[in-house]
């Protein structure tokens, strides 16, 4: 008998870049170890899309660039696209402090102390619900920056697991005169790191990855500038959903992709418990071709 079926939430997540010296950078926080979702492990700010990521009164008049329409099409939805790159901002600032938004076609800067305490505030406010990102645009002259957030991927919980989610990932540049920290409470530490470095310290097992973050360091490895990135993200179509199996192996797991042996034989062996979630064993992750 199959499981009973879970809920897919959808959810957003967004790679913060920078250009160095060594190559493109991005951010990453590591989840508290008590976290009842990967606790521990390194991650891309990101969560949930929340109701008023859809329903915020005036919301379409504070987004430059993009709208429900054009947001859909990209995604490949009818409507609702628009709540993925609102969510993937307002999780950027909830999680980072990194505020994805322009006044006079600028990004807001946090330079001064007096506005970054502000701000510091308005994050706080926003992530407890108490105000909405069209107000604190609407306060501050501001419009969120969407079309200056590329879209990546498209990574969905496979099934099994009590929680599932359909996860858009999006990257974007860090703005000038912003500086990104963990919030001392879900996440507990934060840092800039190459790709290449942050895959080559999780196969050391110094640095947890969930597999979605793998790939998507993965594909960023690739690229020698964040201009290079953000050039090849704008224009990718057709991103197709990566649904990845999972088989129990022992005390552990095997995460099988999509096009790899023994994923559609992994289909009727779906564990009850357990998650891509979880952070893989090095090498317990059937590679792509």
Not at 14 to 38: K, Q, T, Y
Not at 59 to 80: F, K, M, N, P, Y
Not at 125 to 137: F, I, K, M, T
Request: hydrophobic share 40%.
């Amino acid at each position: 008998m199959s499981p009973d079926p879970v809920p897919v939430r959808p959810a957003a997540t967004v790679l913060l870049l920078r250009d160095s010296e060594a190559g493109v950078e991005v951010f990453m926080l590591r989840r508290n170890r008590e976290s009842a979702f990967v606790g521990g492990v390194y991650v891309f700010p990101g969560g949930k899309v929340d109701p008023s990521d859809r329903e915020d009164p005036g919301l379409e008049e504070v987004c430059g660039g993009r709208d429900d329409a054009s947001c859909s099409s990209a995604l490949g939805l009818t409507s609702g696209g628009l709540a993925y790159w609102v969510a993937a901002v307002r999780e950027c600032f909830e999680e980072a402090g990194v505020l994805l938004a322009t006044r006079d076609d600028a990004f807001v800067s946090l330079a001064d102390p007096t506005r970054a305490e502000r701000f510091g505030g308005y994050r706080d406010l926003v992530y407890s619900g108490d105000l909405r990102l069209a107000e604190l645009c609407r306060r501050e002259g501001l419009r969120l920056a969407l079309d200056r957030v590329g879209y990546l991927s498209h990574w969905i919980t496979p099934v099994g697991p009590p929680r599932r989610f359909d996860t858009r990932f999006f990257v974007a540049a860090v703005p000038p005169d912003q500086v990104p920290l963990h919030d001392g409470g879900e996440t507990v530490a934060s840092e800039w790191i190459r790709p290449g470095e942050a895959l080559r310290r999780h196969l050391a097992g110094e640095f947890d990855l969930i597999l979605p973050t793998i790939r998507n360091l993965e594909d960023v490895a690739r690229f020698e500038t964040v201009d290079e990135v953000m050039a090849d993200v704008a224009v990718r179509r057709d991103i197709r959903a990566i649904t990845p199996r999972i088989v129990r192996e022992g005390s552990g797991i095997r995460v099988i992709e999509p096009g790899r042996p023994g994923y559609d034989e992994a289909a009727a062996r779906a564990p009850t418990e357990g998650s891509v979630n979880e952070v893989p064993r090095p090498g317990s992750v059937t590679p792509p071709d």
